[in-house]
């Protein structure tokens, strides 16, 4: 059937490569930009860098990870990831398994009033409202509490869990296992890809978000690293002071060493930081896009 | 036989210890998701922040009207909602292109490989899709020293900065973020399609563009349709954090769209009242815009969409 093809096909062909092709490098040339950017010695990628490294070096992310108060938003943003990923994974699982079972009593009722919430909100101001009349503000928790409940994905373990053959649960049950026994020893083993699913997809959110820090969190000790990236970016000013900024001896030691680190250099370190973790589980997630699709089309 | 008649039983009956397991889940969505409701109250009040509720005045619905009469700001703003809107509507089309011309490629490696790296976009924050466009697109950034290196520019360009470029260049840039991670669900539609219909067109003497265009496209307008009917809910709804990002004292004037208007007029101003009353409008138009697009759905397709 693979006949020979013709002059137009073959002109197309090449049309449809170049133009993939092109889109492909546009989308790859930003993120290669910011690894030969910061994997630069300072002095040189500052005055113009565009195709290759200028004396490749690991002397940004030495000194960049010293920086006061880097390191420790490196790691809220990992606490935030780890903690808020395993809330939200046990109460979406459990209550899609909850939810799937017809004997529930209020069933219907209950399951409305959780999707609604995927469509009506109070909006900013009555929600800032109530976070800091919950006095969530500056604290850990206001990360990984509000957002534990997603419905969208509590729709999706519903759904996976539906499929699943009633026989599987049946033996547990005769045995006189309870609800919870049988979500942790059947349901959850049956359920993982829908678990990486949303997991993975959660994760993600949780590591890019930065709005809940700008809005609820003044206090610098709990700032996340996305956070950071984004003051810097907005404000040179608050960059320089980190840089040349120093109360101890010890940090003013410290600064000389890092004196040659630019403002520039700095905020491409970091952005590469940030994106990282994310390069790390994408090949891990390209395995749940089509169930990620669906969370997309929930989420629509 | 019995079985199934026990079956039954247990199906009406209803155990109530189910309730009790949920009821921890349950309060979160209460908490976060409904007590903020009660909040809409404030848009009817000249309520301060710092201040009790109980000692606003009673305003009925002044900030709806200012709302409606507010012809400088308002109509700035919704003006940049609708022309973001609609660009994102027009651009709509493109994952949907993009996932044909994808799926004509013969060697599924370059396939495979244009694939990942168009949809790693769509998982980085804006932060960091502005940390990147700074470098690139600023005074300093990269393009200008290429142009100018190339002797194509007299004086450095910041499109950051640029008012009139706004519109185009943040369409272009949310399509960067986006066109692979959305082609992924018409590629999917596309390996759904039976094979047996290319070979029967090819038996009957079809080429690719015909079989193309008499196959897979319409193949894939049903889920091009529903993607549409569902973006029609969110038709007002066209982000936040994008344009949050992106704003500066320059650009400000085109990039506030209603979401970041309400945010500045809350929290920057303190204009809490004010603020909740066009975040309440705002909400009731999207689910009247969500109830019609389902219904629209209903008579479209047989089904709905929600």
Redesign the interface.
Known sequence: ?VGKD?A??TV??IF??F???I??L???Y??W??II?SFSKPELANS???FWFKGFSLYNFEQVLKLKGIGRSVLISVARTVGGTLLTVF?CS??GY??S??????RKF?YR??II?M????????????ISA?RLTNTFWVYI??G??SAYNVILVKTFVEQLPPSLEESAVLDGA???TVYSRIILPLSTPIIATIATFGA?GQW????DNH?FVTDSRWNTL?YL??KF?NSTQELTTLLQKGNTAAYQQQMKEASQLTP?GV??TI?VI??IP??CV?PF??KY??KG?LI??VK? | MVNVNNRRI??R???????L??LP??I??V??????????V?AFFEYRPGSMLSSANFVGLKYFRQFLTDTIDMSRVIKNTLIFASLGLATSVLPMV?AI??N???SRR??R??Q??????N???W??V???A???FST?G?LN??LMGLGLTESPTNLLADVKAVYWFQTLLSV?KS???GS??YL?AISGISQELY?AA?VDGA???RRAIHITVPSIMETFIV?LL??IG?FISVG??QY??FQNPVTLRKLEVL?LY??RL??LNND?SY??AI??V??LI??IM?FGANQLAKKVRGTAI?
């Open positions: 059937m013709s137009s096909r197309f062909n449809n490569y133009v993939l092709g889109f492909g546009i989308c790859f930003p993120f930009y910011l950017y113009g860098i565009s109460a459990f209550m909850l939810f079972k017809p004997e529930m009593p209020f209950l009033m959780l919430t469509y009506v909100g109070g909006g900013l101001i009555p929600y800032y409202l109530t919950y509490i509000p534990m409940v309870g609800y919870f993600v890019n978000s930065y709005m809005l996305q990236l984004y970016l520039m905020r491409m952005t940030t994106i994310i390069f994408y997630m390209q896009f089509a699709i997309g089309a629509a | 247990n199906k009956k209803k155990n109530y210890k189910l309730l397991w949920l889940f349950m979160p969505v908490l976060f998701s409904y007590v903020p409701l009660f909040g809409w404030i993009f011309l994808l004509e490629v013969r370059y396939a490989t244009v990942s790296i168009t949809t790693f976009p998982f980085i924050s932060v960091i502005y940390s990147m700074f470098a690139i300093d990269v020293q290429i960067w066109l692979g991670w992924i669900v999917a070979e090819a080429g690719h563009f993607l569902l973006s969110n936040f954090d949050f990002i979401d309400v945010y809350g929290l809490y603020s909740t975040g309440m705002k909400s999207s689910l969500i929600i």
